[in-house]
């Protein structure tokens, strides 16, 4: 898939603007909590690689994988 900097740079936030969300909501996470868990995890070093294609996924698929990597009680 092509698309450009700019693009990518707006997908990417946009998704990560949701993760961080659904973990103050699904994981009981304050903002700064979530944060740090999200910037923190191997998942958004692959959002942030535009050659794996995760950025382009749903952010309940993408919400699996961070679950599956740093599960929370």
Do not use: C, H
């Not at 961080?20 to 070093?45: V, W």
Request: glycine share 4%; hydrophobic share 35%; charged share 20%.
């Amino acid at each position: 898939m092509n698309v450009t900097l700019s693009e990518f740079q707006y997908l990417k936030e946009s998704l990560s603007k949701d993760l961080i969300a659904m973990l103050m909501e699904k994981k009981s996470l304050s903002m700064e909590a979530a944060f740090r868990y999200y910037y923190g995890s191997q998942t958004f070093k692959k959002i942030s690689n535009p050659e794996t294609g995760l950025f382009f996924q749903s952010p309940g698929y993408v919400f699996s994988y961070l679950e599956e990597e740093l599960p929370l009680s």
